[in-house]
């Protein structure tokens, strides 16, 4: 089972070009993926740079035939002609997908910097071994106290979801009725761009123990690759937000994935987006 998380920066690449068709490609490219998340996913945006409007989800969706496409625009205003312009995270699953939740972020004032509301996507996905909750986000690059109640945040919804599957709740007995009793498995993969390096205190926050029946989440570079430096995922490419190449775009998985866990990669190569691809593979069987 492979699965991949990039930020495309609304398909901008290093050169300028905005191109969404060309994301669809490069992932092509890279193999056969089961679950693709996606973050900095526009929808009718002509104010970002490079920008005509494009509908991301229309557009990608066409280019990826066979995935359900799940859209969390975490950014959602008015266009000013009857329409909305929509900014945020997407997942595309080749994988039954179940449930559903849309999770806006804490988004604590702090003035003294620009900031934007934040969306964490979550999906119950079908995978071949059982029920696998995958979660997309992009945290807060500016402010590190927006940054930090975000990871809280996160933290509490795995632990709500983990109580959840302890111990289900009651349904009203009908199948297909807004009450129907889906699952909500404690197994869980946490994907995106946490705009924090990986030697960075939330980083460790992120990791902390959960308490009793919460597994914690796991780095799944570290899981394989121990104490070695992680491959950097931007600045590779020069861009203006870091000064060095780094690690800001992780996957993190629950302590029971981790024997399954075969593969981490980074494509270094592209230049389709400012941050580069990211992807792990679990063992299925």
């Known amino acids: 089972m492979k699965l991949l998380t990039w930020n495309i920066q609304w398909g901008r690449g290093m050169d300028g070009r905005v191109d969404l068709a060309r994301i669809a490609a490069e992932i092509r490219g890279m193999g056969a993926f089961d679950v693709i998340c996606l973050q900095e996913v526009a929808v009718n945006f002509p104010g970002l740079p490079g920008s005509r409007g494009e509908d991301g989800m229309a557009v990608l969706s066409e280019h990826l035939p066979g995935y359900t496409p799940v859209y969390a625009p975490a950014t959602d205003l008015p ?12 997942l595309f699953s080749r994988l039954p997908v179940g449930q559903v939740w849309r999770h806006l972020l804490p988004w604590p004032t702090d003035p003294a910097v620009p900031s934007m509301q934040r969306v964490a ?26 940054r930090l109640a975000q990871i809280e945040a996160i933290r509490h919804l795995h632990a709500e979801a983990c109580a959840h599957a302890r111990q289900p709740r009651m349904g009203k007995g009908e199948a297909g009725g807004s009450f129907e009793v889906r ?64 690690c800001y775009d992780f996957w993190f998985l629950t302590e029971d994935l981790a024997p399954r866990l075969r593969d981490h990669g980074v494509n270094a190569v592209t230049a389709a987006s400012d941050h580069q691809p990211v992807w792990v593979e679990l063992d299925a069987g």
């Open 79 to 90: 266009d000013g002609r009857g329409g909305r312009r929509l900014f945020g995270n997407a």
């Open 121 to 146: 996507l979550e999906a119950v996905i079908d995978a071949p071994f059982g029920p696998l909750r995958v979660m997309t986000t992009h945290l807060e690059y500016y402010s590190r106290a927006q």
């Open 183 to 246: 699952p909500r498995p404690a197994s869980a993969l946490l994907c995106g761009d946490m705009n924090f390096p990986a030697h960075a205190d939330e980083r460790a926050r992120l990791l902390a123990p959960l308490g009793s029946g919460t597994p914690a989440f796991l780095d799944a570079w570290q899981v394989l690759h121990g104490t070695a430096p992680h491959a950097p995922t931007v600045g590779i490419h020069p861009v203006d937000f870091v000064d060095r190449p780094e």
